[in-house]
C-alpha cells in the first residue's frame, strides 16, 4: 500500500469512529473520550521531551486526569476556568509560539517542556469540550478548517509546490501549499457564509486568522520533533504517524476559534 493510500485509509477509520461520537456521545462521554486522546498526545510530547518512559506515562496520565478534575471537580466555576485557559491559549499561540519559533528555542528543560504541554493540550482538550456543546455541526464545521487547510496545502504543495516555506522547521511545506489552502477556505467561508448567514467577508478574514494558527501549531511541532531528533510523534496512525502528528493543527486552531466564538457570543 503507498503511504498516500494508507494515509487516506486511515483517515477514513478515524471519521468513522470520530464522526458518531461526535454526533451521539454525551457530554461526560464526550469529555472521558476526549480526555484519552489528550492522554495519548501527551504521552507522545513527553516522548519528544525525552522524559524517562515512567515519567512520560505518568505525566499523561495526570493530564488527562487532572483536565477531568478540573472539568467535574470545579463544575460551579468551569465556565470561569474555561476562558481563562482558552485566554491563556491566545496567548501562547499568538505571542509565545512565534518567538520560539523565531527564536528557534530547543526549551529542553523537562519543566519547560511539561509546562508547554499542557498549554498546548489542556486548552484543546477545553475548546472540544466548548465547541460540542455548541453542537455537533458547530465542533465539525470549526475542526473542517484544519482538515480543509491541511489536505489542500498537502495535495497543491505536492503538485505545485516550489518555495520552502519554513525549510529549517519543516522542510515539506510550501508557500504554494499555503496558498492552496486559502483558496480552498476561501471556497468554505462562501459556503459557510450561505448557510449560516454571516458576511462573508468578515467570515473569510476569520478563516484567514485560523489558516495562520493553524499553520503555526503544524510548525510548532514540527520544530519539537526536529530538537527531539524524532520524525513522527508516534506511529499508532498508520500515514499519520502519532495522535499528536494528527492534531497538531488543532491544537492551536480549535483555542483560537472558540476563543473568536466565545467574543461573537458575548458581543451579540
Known sequence: MTPLASRVRTALVLLAVFVPAVLWASAWLWA??????????AFEWARL????????????????LGALALRYGLAADWPA????????????????????LLGRWHAEQPFVRAVAGVMVLLPTWVALLYLHTRGPGVLLGVMAIAWIADTAAYFVGRRFGRHKLAPTISPGKT?????????ALALYAAALSAVIGM??????????ALLYVSVLGDLFESWIKRVSGMKDSGDVLPGHGGVLDRIDA?????PIATGMLMWLERSV
Request: aromatic share 10%.
Open 199 to 208: 458576511p462573508l467577508p468578515a467570515l473569510f478574514l476569520m478563516l484567514a
Open 175 to 183: 508557500w504554494e501549499g499555503v496558498a492552496g489552502a486559502l483558496v
Open 32 to 41: 472521558i473520550l476526549m480526555a484519552g486522546m489528550i492522554g495519548m498526545a
Open 250 to 254: 488543532l491544537t492551536s486552531t480549535l
Open 81 to 100: 476556568v474555561q476562558s481563562a485557559l482558552i485566554a491563556l491559549a491566545v496567548a501562547f499561540w499568538l505571542l509565545v509560539a512565534p518567538l520560539w
Open 49 to 64: 521531551s525525552h522524559f524517562p518512559p515512567r515519567s512520560a506515562r505518568i505525566y499523561a496520565a495526570l493530564l488527562a
